[in-house]
Each structure stands twice: as C-alpha cells, then as structure tokens.
C-alpha cells in the first residue's frame, strides 16, 4: 500500500521522518564554525551592527560623517533593540517618525502613509511552506487587527495590512505564537528564503531544498551580525523540479545539479551538488552568474553565511544605489569575492566546470497551477490561481480548511503569488478542486493569463505610479476573451522602477508610470525571461494609458499567436524582432 508523505505533524517519527529531521538540521551541525574569523572572532561587533569602536566612528570602515542616512540610524539605534519603543508606540497609538519608521522595518513592520495610513507586516515563510494552522492563525490576525485580506508575494511570502500603532506588539506576539515571524523582513536585512515549491513531491527534483532554506533562515535569525546589512539581499534555494523560483534574479542563487561518475584527477564524487549563482538584481537589468563553485549541500548555509558576512563587510555603506552585492561584484571582480568568502570557511571552496554538471531540465511554465502528480505514488499536488496574489479572509480560511480535509494540512506559496495544496489522494482531486472553485478561486490556467503577477502597487505602496493589483485583475478578466497563444506568457505589473515584481524578467513587462497630465499609465517591455530564458526585456512603448494597456497587451498576444513560427515561444518569437519591427507590428 502506497504510504502518504508526512507532513511531521503526527505524534512520534517514523525512520523517514528522522531522516528527513537530520537532514534539515546537518546544515547547521556539520558546520560550528562558519563565517567566523581565523582568529575565532565573529567578523563584526554584533552588539553595535557592524560598527568598530575605533577612534573615529566608522561602519566597517566607513566613516561615520560619510555613510548614508539609513546607516546613520542603525548605527545611533540598533533596530533590533527597540522593543521597548514598538511597546510605547502601541501604547500611545502613534506611528513612529521617518528614522524609526525603517527601523521598525526590521520586524517586518512598514508604516506605508500615504498610501494607507497604517502599518503593514511582512513575514518570512521560508521555502514558502506553512501549516493549515498558521494560516488560520494569520488569517485571523488579518481579520482582528488589521484589514482582513492576505497578498502573496512575489517571495512565496505573506504579506498582511492596515494594521493600526496599537495593534502592533499584539501582532508581533501572536505571529510567534503561530510558530511565525516577521523578523528582519524588511529593510537592509536577508529577505524570505525561497525555495522551489515542490520540493518534496517533485518527480524531477535533484533534492529536497526545503531543509537548507529553513537552515539558512534559522541561521540568519540567530546571528545579530547578519542583519544591518548595506542593502536588501536575496536568496534562494532551486531544487531541479518542474517549478522555478527565479534563482537566478536573487543576490546567490543555489541552484541543484547532478555530477556523474568522473575519473579525471581531483573530481568530486558523484552525487547532488548546488551550483552557486551570484548578483542577480532585476530592476537594475542584470541576472545572477554562475561562479564555477560547485557546493555540498550541507556546506550551503556555511557558504551563504560567509558570502553574506563579505557584504557586509565590503558594501557600499555611503551610496544606497550602489549599496547591492551586483557593485561590490562589479568593483572586486567575483575572483576577489570568492576569495575574501573561503577565509571565512573552516573548508575549501570548490571549484568544477558548468559544463560537467547536468543542470535541471527547463522549467514548466505555469506549472504552479493545476493538478500534478508527485512523486509518492497515488498523491496530487493542487495549485491554486490567486488574482494576483489577494486573498479574502473567506478564502484563506477556505483554503486552510482545504488543506487539512484532502491533504496533509500543509500549503506551500509561490513565487508566482500563487499556493499549491500538496499531498491530495488522487482519488479525491475532483472533489478538492469543487471546493477551490467554491472559494471563488481557481485550478486552471490558460496561456495568456496563467502567468500574471503584480506588485503591491498604489493601493498599499508610496512608490506606486499605479494601482497594479487592481490594473492585473482587470487584464486577467479582459484576456479571457481572446485566443491563446500556443505557449505561456508571463505578464508582470510594477508599480515603479524598483521591480518588485520583476517586470524586465517577464514575457510582457508593464512598469507604472505617472503621464504628463497626472493619468496612470504604464511603459511597456518585452521578450524578458528567466532561468532557460534568460534576458533583460526591451522597452517597446512609453507611457500608454491606462484604458489603452489592456487592448494593447491583447493585441501584443494576437500578434504573437498568428506570426510567430511553429514551436516558437514569446521569448523567441519577439527576441528575433528588432524594438522598431515589434513597435510597427504591434501599431497595425
Ligand atoms: Fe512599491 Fe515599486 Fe515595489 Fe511596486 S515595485 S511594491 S510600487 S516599490
């Protein structure tokens, strides 16, 4: 009889289940003395966030009279003790001023005025993977505190608003109490660790990632020195399977390969390695690269501490544009990175040809949504479509309920804004998917419309030139009406240029733009991709309006379905196009 997979809930562990503990915990046991010193000491003084006691007041290095406003702040008041000060804020019902307005960032508490006069919390859900439980939790929260709806986000994260001051050390102690946490979510801080949402059910997989995501996360949470970075940085853990989580748009990108028997002098042993990808940041047009470093999986915490401690040592503390590992990359070269990463390691870094890897097959696009088969016998995954990420209370407790009553009480997020319920009998696939439709949500995808995402955008976001969320939502309902295309076309919003839904790696890319006049509008990019469809897309029109935006991506996707070649993907199609050709036949 085929056995279902566990989820870790039941009482006592079964020899699958330690086995699958111990490989969660290796990362961090094998490895006591990682991103120390030679000398044994930790590389800054935790109790300052990175600041040396010498002389004349420097952030590593950096002196004080030169580094920028936000490092000012950090270093006048560590972020990460101001408990006292999120209490008294709640207690007078008032929201913080613009220097504590970032550091309450570092407990995932944004205070977003103008858009909305209210905070709004941002978790961590590393590998995206959470319990029925947590989610009615958290959805109860949203209800009793805040606005009542959740967004996914476009780091398999949640993200929960309008909560007022008073409520907020009410929401930061019930999160922990749901086994949760928002710590250091926002910020100069380690974003959610992502991790390939399959991981575990996946046919194709090359491992399970799911234990060096939750590793890397513990570890993070648990070193002072890992936060208070020079900048934001990302990163994820990809594991082989049919659903990418963009590796490669993140600061390193551990990505799983295979390395086959070779008797060549000094090859590793045959087994599953991570290939480490460094520097990838979208909205400023560049993709993580390979670095030649091949890494056991159970040195890939010890690396990405060591990697991480490099940053922010050597990042830019004076210059918030130049603040991100791509400069620190770009101004040492990768060479001297690496380097300056193994005097870290208590082991060598090693070094192994791409071309002697095999790398995971290319992903299936839109592959997050609809029914897949795992890879224990008789179980289905189900991937939920959401409208660009929002979910109403009914529905995220629907959702909860879901996963309890066909599967094993487990929900994993994606990078696409959109959840999969695993673990579903096959047997009872029809009746799971009748009740996701009951929620009003769906199991379907379509080739146009399978693969939209957006940023927060106006409605929640002060950056925003437009109200994205709203604008997907309505191009969703207006593509449903056209032909679709042979092949999946992923459509990103963004509200402005900071790319949170990474429009220059999108098939289509829309990027919120204020007109002459005051009007919401969008500038529009094409032919970007990622992974096997790797490239920066090009700009074809600036600033359409906005009644103009949903006829124009129509007809962008009807012109790629009656001209391109037998087989040809959008990618392909519109990057053997010039912009001057696409703009002429796109304007007929
Ligand atoms: Fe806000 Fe811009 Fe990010 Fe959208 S891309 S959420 S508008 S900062």
């Known amino acids: 009889m085929a056995t279902a997979p566990s989820t870790g809930h039941e009482p006592g562990f079964s020899a699958e289940q330690i086995g699958w503990l111990e490989s969660f915990f290796a990362p961090l046991a094998d490895r006591p003395f990682v991103g120390l010193l030679p000398n044994g000491q930790l590389t800054s003084d935790s109790s300052a966030a990175g600041t040396n006691q010498a002389a004349e007041p420097a952030i590593f290095g950096t002196p004080l009279a030169d580094v920028s406003k936000p490092e000012r702040w950090k270093y006048d008041e560590n972020p990460l003790d101001i408990w006292d000060k999120l209490v008294a804020h709640a207690d007078a019902d008032r929201f913080p001023d613009e220097a504590d307005t970032f550091r309450f960032k570092f407990h995932g508490l944004f205070y977003v005025a103008p858009a909305q006069d209210s905070f709004m919390l941002r978790l961590r859900i590393p590998a995206g993977e959470l319990t029925a ?302 009740a996701v439709h009951k929620l009003g949500l769906g199991t379907e995808s379509d080739n146009a419309t399978g693969g939209i995402i957006a940023c927060t955008g106006k409605m929640g976001c002060r950056y925003a030139a437009a109200d994205t969320k709203a604008h997907a939502a309505a191009l969703t309902k207006a593509l449903q009406k056209i032909k679709e295309p042979e092949f999946p076309v992923n459509i990103h919003f963004t509200g402005c240029p900071h790319s949170c839904a990474q429009h220059y790696c999108g098939d289509i890319g829309l990027v919120g733009a204020k007109l002459s006049d005051g009007a919401e509008g969008y500038h529009v990019v094409i032919g970007g991709g990622m992974g096997a469809e790797q490239g920066i897309a090009r700009e074809i029109f600036r600033g359409i309006r906005i009644e103009e935006v949903n006829p124009l991506i129509a007809r962008i996707l009807e012109c790629y379905r009656s001209h391109h070649a037998a087989g040809e993907t959008f990618v392909q199609w519109s990057r053997r196009h010039s912009v001057g050709e696409l703009q002429e036949i796109f304007s007929d």
């Open 133 to 434: 439980e947590q989610l009615h939790g958290l959805t109860d929260l949203a209800e009793d505190l805040g606005g009542g709806y959740l967004h996914v986000t476009t780091r398999a994260n949640f993200q929960v608003r309008e909560f007022r001051p008073k409520g907020i050390v009410r929401v930061l102690t019930r999160l922990q109490e749901l086994g949760l946490t928002s710590r250091g979510s926002g910020a100069d801080n380690i974003r959610n660790i992502t991790a390939s949402p399959t991981s575990g059910f996946d046919p194709g997989e090359f491992l399970d990632v799911r234990p060096f995501a939750k590793g890397l996360h513990h570890y993070i949470l648990n070193q002072r020195d890992l936060y208070g970075l020079p900048r934001k940085f990302n990163v994820a853990f990809e594991s082989g399977g049919a659903i990418c989580t963009a590796a490669d748009t993140n600061d390193i990108g551990f990505v799983a390969c295979r390395v086959r028997d070779n008797a060549a002098p000094g090859s590793p042993e045959a087994g599953i390695y991570f290939r480490v990808q460094l520097g990838g940041i979208t909205g400023h047009k560049d993709f993580a690269r390979d670095t030649g470093l091949l890494v056991r999986p159970s040195d890939a915490v010890a690396v990405a501490a060591a990697m991480i401690r490099v940053f922010s040592e050597q990042g830019d503390r004076t210059d918030r544009k130049k603040a991100r590992l791509k400069y620190l990359l770009e101004r040492w070269g990768v060479e001297k990175y690496l380097e300056a990463t193994a005097q870290k390691l208590a082991f060598p870094l090693r070094r192994w040809p791409l071309a002697q890897c095999e790398m995971p097959r290319a992903e299936v696009k839109h592959g997050w949504i609809g029914v897949t088969k795992q890879s224990q016998r008789g179980f289905c995954a189900i991937g939920v479509r959401t409208p660009a990420g929002r979910l109403s209370g009914r529905q995220a407790h629907g959702l909860a309920d879901l996963a309890k009553r066909f599967g094993k009480g487990e929900l994993r997020l994606t990078v696409w804004q959109n959840l999969i319920v695993p673990h579903v009998p096959e047997s009872q696939v029809d009746d799971a998917i009748r």
